[in-house]
């Protein structure tokens, strides 16, 4: 895992994936510049961006133009991307001597691979890389041309011979991966642990500013069935009603929220604490202020390979007859 020297690059989108790099910056390159690149849509779901470049997290941190780049054929696609790239004043792209994507569907990798640049890959979400088609699929729901182009070029499988590395939890996946690039095993819920306990602190306060108090024994995770199509709103809070009125029926809860699940909670689970401010999942152990809840309960949630060492898991996908559609 080379640390490599001069300035590196960041890409990610998601919560999860913004953690996998400001984690691996911290470990593998504290020392050299580094610049991320976000999705401009971001900005709602965490207004605080900007305290990433501010308070140290990276050297710069700029918005990437998604919502100005068109679905279409994908030499549109190329060239609207590269002329998104100049608009950001960046270095030329090979001037970094690292190039790391997280969220490599995306349309910034275009660009990436257009000019011939080798990169390093972060899987999207823990165990995903096992599972290429659906994760297209998934995409697909609502945006078959983007999932085309990027299923296409091998940025679900990681399979592009471009893609130098690959950076994913290996406890997560479900079957051996064999890709043209170097694989490393790479641990959220490790690599939180080594970090040094006011570094951690810091990382945390980012996402919350403060650690909460509850009386909760479970934990409940929501998905972003509808916002993926996959349900519709009615059908995911009857999927959840079906918990408050079942197996969760009486025991203290607290309710966190996907950062990208848009329903409210409160009507489905009356007295439970719900938590809607988002922040990636695997940050629970450091969350709360005191005791803890024991358990942490989801439908299929990638977060929870990386919970484990922290909380007793209940994976409400694995259960007979599960009625949520599989992630």
Known sequence: MNRGSGKVLYHAVSSYQLLEVLLHRRLFHPEEEATLLLPDFIVEKYPQWPRLQHRGFFDEVKLFPYLHIPHGEEAQVVAATQEACCSLELPPLEAFS???IAGAHFYFSLAVLDQGLPFSLFEDAAGALSHPQREAVILGEKFPQHAA???KHGLFSGENPLIREVFCCGEAQT???SLPGQVWDFSVERA????PRGERGRLCRFFLPRPVRTKAQVVLLTQQFSNLGMLGEEQQRALYRSLAEGPLKG????VKKHPDDPLDYQEVFPGAQIVSTPFPAELLPYFFRGRRPRQVWAFGSTALANLGESFQIVDLSRADGCPAPVM
């Open 98 to 100: 690292k190039i790391y």
């Open 149 to 151: 182009i990027a299923l």
């Open 175 to 177: 079957r051996p991966l």
């Open 192 to 195: 939180l642990r080594v970090l």
């Open 251 to 254: 025991v203290p809860l607290l």
